[in-house]
């Protein structure tokens, strides 16, 4: 199996060399990808040179019959320990075009968030200051809905341009991305966002400034910044919301704040982080989101969803609570389908 594996591969990298759809590694650390700074080794990494060349680097890696997991700036992922056994194609500055007519706004998948906040703020267009200081790439922050002061940048979204699981480009307008809480349409389907377009507001670029600046500053002071981390772990319930609290208030209150694993740990700043202090394992991180689940559920009543999504070696990307639950809550793990338990 893993020399007809390495075969497939050699294929591939051969056909995408010959493609030249752009820069392409072997071995690559994705511990060096990830905030989190935890994984193995990616196979192979590409980097395609332009939105065009995503979509054929996409078709080539469907012929070959090879796992293909698709990532930004790596902000909001864990990756197994073991690394990824397939391809990793990373959308960055070469697919990150911007273009901006009046109120309207389209901008490449791979465009960095804060670059982004920055160019509409300098233009004078308003409406999603509250993604100041966010990390990662904007296709991924369209994904789940991103955003800060419990807003969503969706509201001002007007279509997502995506390629499908055949590698064909599809459209899709704001009531199809059904966007909700920190959740859309985008995240169960098999679509990569190749790009979006926004209708914005407008107003005195000091004033969005000012908007920012104040959010910047209370980004600092609130979440961890001196250890690697992918932000907040687990989304916020607007019902439990309303009766206990924000999930770090709940995860502190439960008396976790602290609590280690290995490298591991729950933020003592932050009740909703957990950092790495240093060599963590996916597994140290994993664990201590089972603690966390489990406790605030079992004494609350509610439980809580992650927002970081864990990559498997062989493919499977699910909520990082599912795969904790896999691994360490046997009498969770009949909820997930089988085929996701059989890649963990």
């Not at 009046?102 to 670059?115: C, D, H, S, Y």
């Not at 209370?218 to 981390?229: D, E, G, Q, S």
Request: proline share 4%; glycine share 10%.
């Amino acid at each position: 199996m893993m020399r007809q594996h390495r075969e497939a591969l050699k294929r591939l990298s051969c056909a995408l060399a010959a493609a030249d759809l752009g820069h392409i590694e072997c071995d690559v650390s994705l511990a060096e990808c990830s905030w989190y700074e935890i994984g193995g080794l990616a196979d192979i990494m590409v980097h395609p040179h332009s939105a065009q060349a995503l979509q054929r680097t996409l078709a080539i890696i469907k012929d070959h019959g090879v796992p293909m997991f698709v990532m930004g700036d790596g902000s909001n992922v864990i990756f197994d320990d073991a690394g990824f056994r397939g391809v990793v194609v990373r959308l960055g500055q070469p697919i990150s075009a911007m273009a901006i007519d009046g109120t309207r706004v389209k901008a490449e998948a791979g465009l960095w968030v804060p670059r982004f906040a920055l160019e509409l703020a300098r233009r004078g267009l308003s409406g999603v200051e509250h993604i100041a200081g966010i990390p990662g790439t904007l296709g991924g922050l369209i994904v789940m809905n991103g955003g800060s002061q419990r807003k969503g940048i969706g509201t001002h979204v007007t279509s997502v341009t995506c390629l499908d699981n055949a590698g064909e480009i599809q459209h899709f307008n704001q009531q199809d991305c059904a966007f909700g809480y920190r959740r859309s349409a985008l995240q169960k389907s098999d679509c990569v966002v190749l790009s979006a377009e926004f209708e914005l507001d407008l107003a005195p670029p000091s004033q969005i400034r000012r908007e920012m600046i104040d959010i910047l500053a209370t980004r600092r002071k609130k979440f961890p910044k001196h250890y690697p981390n992918c932000g907040s772990v687990f989304l916020s319930d607007p019902m439990m919301y309303d009766v206990i609290g924000p999930p770090g208030k709940a995860v502190e209150e439960v008396g976790l704040r602290g609590l280690s694993s290995g490298a591991a740990q729950i933020s003592s700043i932050h009740g909703n982080f957990i950092v790495n202090r240093g060599g963590a394992s996916a597994r140290d991180v994993l664990w201590l989101i089972y603690k966390m689940r489990q406790t605030v559920g079992e004494k609350t009543g509610y439980w809580m969803d992650c927002e970081v999504r864990f990559v498997s070696q062989q493919g499977a990307v699910m909520p990082a609570h599912q795969a904790a639950d896999v691994l360490f809550g046997a009498h969770l793990s009949h909820a997930l389908p089988a085929e996701l338990q059989a890649l963990l």
